[in-house]
């Protein structure tokens, strides 16, 4: 196997139609820490965990929505409440995905403003 250059991910761009609804949604609603916008330009980034989201309205309207990005979170029950309260409708409960002898994978998705998915992630202990 040859080593690789690439180190991790830096960036990840999610698709949207109207930036300051997005801001809004991901800065007030799902509470990542807002970066910087660029003035002129429907562009805005986002830190989350390291790695910065670039929300972005297209160019052309062959890129509409089409991201689906898992977020890690602490405690899935207590993220699922707190996002239903601020008017997130999720597709459903948290729900365990997969089982091993250590732990078990939670799930649950919804979709942003835009139409993209998105699913809050938490492995809890058994």
């Known amino acids: 196997?040859?080593?690789?250059?690439?180190?991790g991910v830096g960036q990840i761009h999610i698709s949207?139609?109207?930036?300051?609804r997005a801001v809004a949604f991901y800065?007030?609603?799902?509470?990542?820490k807002f970066l910087f916008r660029v003035?002129?330009?429907?562009?805005a980034f986002f830190d989350c965990g390291g790695v910065r989201l670039y929300l972005g309205v297209p160019s052309e309207?062959?890129?509409?929505a089409n991201s689906f990005i898992y977020y890690r979170v602490g405690d899935i029950d207590a993220a699922y409440?707190?996002?239903?309260?601020?008017?997130?409708?999720?597709?459903?409960?948290?729900?365990m995905i997969h089982r091993t002898p250590t732990s078990e994978l939670w799930m649950t998705g919804f979709q942003d403003p835009d139409g993209n998915y998105a699913q809050i992630m938490a492995e809890k202990p058994v």
Do not use: H, N
């Open 1 to 7: 196997m040859q080593a690789s250059d690439i180190a």
């Open 16 to 20: 949207v139609v109207d930036i300051d």
């Open 27 to 32: 800065r007030d609603t799902l509470g990542l």
């Open 39 to 43: 003035e002129g330009q429907p562009m």
């Open 61 to 64: 309207p062959r890129y509409k």
């Open 81 to 95: 409440r707190r996002l239903v309260s601020k008017g997130v409708e999720f597709l459903s409960p948290p729900r």
